[in-house]
């Protein structure tokens, strides 16, 4: 954490889908960093321990239920006087071709990712209007590059980083900044079937420049700096944090 990052202290930082990898590793970062930090997600269990291990205030809500979490993070600026900035830590990773994707799990794909951004983005849309703040969605660096058996989690994380420029456009003017992280392969309890099995990892490792695969840790201080006043000058960008993948290809080794 650099001894520069400044939060705002009027409002609050909320972070849905605290108890994944990443979300958790977030609300680490910013607690150390000073912020005051809620908690939300459906994991009620995982909450209380967030709370009972960093001392944060936690909203049980559904995140892929658009008016659930609308109305969460409507609860939490009226407990916590206002938001100052919103970061949706909520996904999940279907790898398969399209052919062997059902329309169920399609749609299931496009609700826990695109419906949670979309209701981040709403919520703060309407709550920040008298003092702005910061909104940071999670992509992924299958939106940018083709991968494949990537097909509908490249669909759901395209659509959040489309949302994240056309929200970020719509919002400047009230000083609401909105911005999306797009992480490589991540250590976390999500990539599991992956990061267990030697095989998948070896191929996986191989496709990111670097030589390895990224931990949650290292997608949060990403995102804490763009919720953070050091990045105030900085709205509309899909920041790659992804080891290389979406845009570099190492040179072989002789």
Known sequence: ?????????????????????VGTALVR????GGARVVAL???????????????VATQVCMAADIDALDTALGVVAVQHDGLAGVANCVGSLWLRPAHQTTAADFEATLRTNVHSAFAVV???????KARGGSVVLVSSAAALVGLASHEAIAAAKGAVASLARSAAA??????LRVNAV??????????????????????SVAM????????????????????????????????GVDGGLACVRARSKA
């Open 122 to 128: 709403k919520a703060a849309g309407r709550l920040t």
């Open 170 to 175: 719509t919002y400047a003017g009230q000083g």
């Open 41 to 55: 997600g459906r994991n009620e269990a995982g909450l209380n321990a967030l709370a009972a291990d960093l001392g």
């Open 208 to 239: 990111h420049a670097l030589g390895r695969i990224g931990e949650p840790d290292e997608i949060a201080a990403a995102m804490v700096w763009l919720l953070s006043e050091e990045s105030a000058w900085i709205t509309g960008q899909v920041l």
């Open 182 to 203: 797009a992480p490589g392969l991540t250590r976390t309890p999500l990539t599991t079937a992956i990061t267990a099995n030697e095989l998948s990892l070896k191929a």
């Open 1 to 21: 954490m650099s001894a520069t990052t400044s939060f705002r202290d009027e409002g609050v930082y909320a972070v849905v889908g605290a108890t994944g990898g």
């Open 29 to 32: 970062r910013l607690v150390t």
